[in-house]
């Protein structure tokens, strides 16, 4: 005779929600403050983790990629004012995807990115698009 | 026989709205769990564990797909880790069991990813999935409450 656990909500649930809902903070978190927004971001593009373009977020051109049977169209992006009289400075660029054939389209769905550190990830296609801000970072400062 | 009850379950619930409510990548249903918790409740872990890896195995296969196996495994088997530990520990229902799962299940499948695409950048999709686990794990658990209760009227 087998026993069935009983369907009722016990009080630890509670603390399996809590924790899980931590971690996704956690991670969130550490995941923002990577982050900065600066003028000089760098798109790069990896292909089976290896990188195979890299080019300043200013280019104007779209680019063009395919591996493992799907192709997908990277587009940048300007927006934030009117691009015929504003400042360079007014301007956020980002790119997104803009055309894919993949068969989830979770990268064209992801939309614009503009943060050093956001990336536009293609997993049929293996290919991870990713903005990298100035290097700002020290591990150690002497003197 | 579960494996392939499994593997109908996760064929059925791609009808749902594919990505639920969210265009997050990799946010399903997790309907085939409710096998899993079956198997976990009524059979133990080693069968539960013979039943998740069949299921793996056959669902990449039929999806003709063998980098999907990564991901099928490393989520099912994270998932049945977590839920057998917590399952342990006894003060846990079934919805804290079924919530770990689905939690343990995402952060497999991200790790699956990052192993994939040589990057972390699919770290950045595990919060908002974290949180959406917490629901999906919920719904697998009443779901399978219902099973149960109904079973336990059968016999």
Known sequence: MKSYPDNRLRPADALVVLVVLAMAAAIALWQFSARTQSDALTVVVEIDAAEVDRFPIESLETHTYTNNGVTLMLAPYVGGASTVSSQESELTRGVCVAESDCPTLDCVRTGVITRAGQSIVCLPGRIVVTLEGAQQDFDAIAG | ?155
Not at chain 2, 91 to 99: D, E, Q
């Open chain 2, 1 to 155: 026989m579960l494996a392939s009850l499994a593997l109908a379950l996760s064929y059925v619930e791609g009808f749902f709205p594919p990505l639920l409510l969210l265009p997050l990548p990799g946010a399903k249903w997790g309907l085939a769990n409710i096998v899993t918790v079956y198997a976990l409740y009524t059979l133990g872990a080693p069968s539960a564990l013979s039943i998740v890896l069949v299921r793996c195995t056959l669902g990449a296969l039929f999806a003709g797909n063998a980098s999907a196996l990564l991901f099928s495994l490393l989520g099912g088997l994270c998932a049945l880790a977590a839920m057998t530990l917590l399952k342990k520990c006894r003060i846990f229902s079934l919805y804290g069991v079924s919530v770990g799962g689905a939690a343990a299940h995402n952060c497999g499948q991200v790790l699956a990813a990052m192993l994939t695409l040589g990057s972390f950048a699919p770290l950045a999709y595990l919060p908002l999935l974290l949180v959406v686990s917490v629901f999906t794990g919920a719904l697998t658990a009443f779901v399978s409450t219902l099973l149960f209760r109904a079973l336990a009227h059968a016999e």
